[in-house]
């Protein structure tokens, strides 16, 4: 029999966030995962990768089972900074109960939904006396709030390597914005951030003449940016939108006009684009203002969706069965590894409210916890039974 301490979410949720795991530090978070799953019979992969000029990275693949269907839960035990310590109603790694609610950074995001689906697994387990069909697994990064290198995409690949081949995927990312059972993410919008700089010739104010004021040409060519509509959205997708992010001029006087202007943006797009096909855009709009330009271009990831089907059926009729509620299906919000892991099989996000995520004070219900939990134990039974 599995540990009564393991069917409760509580006291797990609290041991990691009592984790001090500000991505790319672990602080034993990922060990703690290991030995509550090892405990439970799961084989446990921990996985340090590394690569040149940035963090070394722990990570953890645990599965139980070996035959099909094979749902694997996803989800990361790093966290983002704390903010200043003295604003927080607790200390913000105490893991502390206060009004009912678990207070602590990592709380809403996401320990405590990986607390919630481990407990989960501990019934289901327990109340089958093992797994009776199919297979279970985790991936558990510590790089999903940092550059994203050494964590999810490389355990990806690793599985790959090994022949591992994953059915259906859950993410548990706070999908919910106001309570729990508003919202399954079944996709995410792509982002592409843009470094611009215009060059000009520098120049008394007095004599713009024989001058070259970049900063009207970079103005111009944001304004024809920012106005120029990419699209009206579609079936699943918000329009695409372009935010101007930064303005950047290096002069400490009034009366000279400089030699460069610099701006930077983001373009949250759907899926009528591609990072391709914006650069291309780019770069076409530039040209058509100025010839003296540089445009730099980063992206995390193309749009990308599981159309609606038998995954986000099995959850939404978990949540309904639970809460009675009816979650709308949807792609807003930013990024997460989901854009990784859909290269490899079906993906969906599911997990608590997301209301006080990266903020001082998050904390989330224990209600929550509880329902979470219930929620997450009739979807392991709606997607093994399939």
Not at 192 to 214: E, I, R
Not at 315 to 327: E, F, H, L
Request: charged share 15%.
């Amino acid at each position: 029999m599995i540990s009564e301490t393991l069917l409760d979410p509580l006291p797990l949720a609290q041991a990691l966030i009592r984790c001090n795991s500000v991505t790319p530090s672990d602080g034993g978070a990922i060990d703690i995962v290991s030995k509550a799953l090892h405990s439970m019979g799961f084989t446990c992969h921990p996985l340090l990768f590394s690569e040149a000029g940035t963090p070394d990275v722990n990570n953890l693949y645990a599965r139980i089972g070996r035959n099909p269907p094979h749902l694997c839960y996803a989800g990361h035990t790093d966290v983002v900074p704390t903010g200043s310590y003295e604003s927080w109603k607790v200390p913000p790694f105490s893991g502390h109960v206060v009004d009912d609610m678990l207070w602590g950074r990592g709380a809403a995001d996401m320990k405590g939904a990986i607390a919630c689906f481990i407990a989960a697994l501990a019934r289901f387990l327990n109340q089958h006396g093992g797994l009776p069909n199919g297979s279970i697994s985790l991936l558990i990064t510590g790089d999903e709030e940092g550059p994203a290198i050494n964590g999810t995409a490389k355990v990806l690949k690793w599985l790959a390597d090994r022949g591992e081949v994953i059915d259906a995927c859950v993410v548990g990312e706070p999908t919910n914005p106001g309570q729990l059972g508003d919202m399954i993410k079944i996709g995410r919008r792509g982002s592409l951030n843009g470094q611009l700089t215009v060059s000009g010739m520098q120049g008394h104010v007095a004599y713009p003449s024989l001058a070259d004021n970049p900063i009207t040409k970079l103005l111009t060519i944001l304004d024809k940016l920012q106005n120029t509509p990419l699209d009206t959205g579609t079936e699943h997708f918000d329009p695409s939108n372009l935010e101007i992010t930064r303005l950047s001029v290096d002069n400490t006087v009034a009366n000279i006009i400089p030699s460069k202007a610099s701006a930077s943006f983001n373009i949250r797009f759907n899926d009528q684009h591609t990072t391709s096909s914006l650069n291309s855009w780019l770069h076409e709009t530039c040209r058509s203002i100025s010839d003296s330009y540089e445009l730099t271009i980063s992206s995390s990831g193309d749009a990308f969706m599981t159309a609606p089907g038998s995954l986000s059926d099995s959850i939404s009729d978990a949540i309904s069965k639970v809460t009675g509620r009816q979650p709308a299906l949807s792609t807003a919000g930013g990024t997460s590894d989901a854009r990784f892991i859909r290269r490899y099989c079906p993906v969906v996000e599911f997990g608590l409210v997301g209301q006080t995520m990266h903020k001082v004070n998050e904390r989330i219900p224990l209600s929550d916890l509880a329902t979470l939990t219930n929620i997450y134990s009739e979807m392991i039974k709606n997607i093994l039974s399939t």
